[in-house]
T-cell receptor, first 111, second 114 residues
Framework: DSGVTQTPKHLITATGQRVTLRCSPRSGDLSVYWYQQSLDQGLQFLIQYYNGEERAKGNILERFSAQQFPDLHSELNLSSLELGDSALYFC??????????FGSGTRLTVV | AQSVTQLGSHVSVSEGALVLLRCNYSSSVPPYLFWYVQYPNQGLQLLLKYTSAATLVKGINGFEAEFKKSETSFHLTKPSAHMSDAAEYFCAVSGGRGYQKVTFGIGTKLQVIP
């Protein structure tokens, strides 16, 4: 157990739907990062939050949004889902300069 | 901006042979460098990290990596491959101190042949 908890582990949904992925960071880590991993794109950085505020944005689609709550857990919202959104979504948390600790991911399948 | 290039998306070695996974980086500031391993259906696990201290970094499972500034490289090695080393390995770079975004390479799948 890495200390970073992601739920759910698996999600199957239809095109056009909306889903929410949840991440609880490791205790004491203030920063949360979301990544998308797909076969053709590799690991793509989506967005970073630090202590409740957006810190950096990567290749995140407008249909996707995220937030970090006062208790530091984070949610990634994916809407108007398309087949191409099927991927593994990872959350990671970090302490300063120490590298990431990853959760085990949410596998999203859009059918 | 930072980037990493991993040479070879697939590497095969015999059990007991040397493992060498290549990574070159580009960074506009002194980098922090990382190697992660991903086993099937799992998240990424940190193998080792370079954070501007010793240039030879030892990690878990017998892996080590050497930071070579002149070559902008951070290759991962292990003297003797084990079947359990079969996995995907990611080199990554960040801009150093603070809560910096980490940029990953495309990954190298290591196959260990018995």
């Amino acid at each position: 157990d890495s200390g970073v908890t992601q739920t759910p582990k698996h999600l199957i949904t239809a095109t056009g739907q909306r889903v929410t992925l949840r991440c609880s960071p490791r205790s004491g880590d203030l920063s949360v990062y979301w990544y998308q991993q797909s076969l053709d794109q590799g690991l793509q950085f989506l967005i970073q939050y630090y202590n409740g505020e957006e810190r950096a944005k990567g290749n995140i689609l407008e249909r996707f949004s995220a937030q970090q709550f006062p208790d530091l857990h984070s949610e990634l919202n994916l809407s108007s889902l398309e087949l191409g959104d099927s991927a593994l979504y990872f959350c990671a948390s970090s302490a300063q300069g120490g590298g990431y600790t990853f959760g085990s991911g949410t596998r999203l399948t859009v059918v | 901006a930072q980037s990493v290039t991993q040479l070879g998306s697939h590497v095969s070695v015999s059990e007991g042979a040397l493992v060498l996974l290549r990574c070159n980086y580009s960074s506009s500031v002194p980098p922090y460098l990382f190697w992660y391993v991903q086993y099937p259906n799992q998240g990424l696990q940190l193998l080792l990290k370079y954070t501007s201290a010793a240039t030879l970094v030892k990690g878990i499972n017998g892996f080590e990596a050497e930071f070579k500034k002149s070559e902008t490289s951070f290759h991962l090695t292990k003297p003797s491959a084990h079947m359990s080393d079969a996995a995907e390995y990611f080199c990554a770079v960040s801009g150093g101190r603070g809560y910096q975004k980490v940029t990953f390479g495309i990954g190298t799948k290591l196959q260990v042949i018995p």
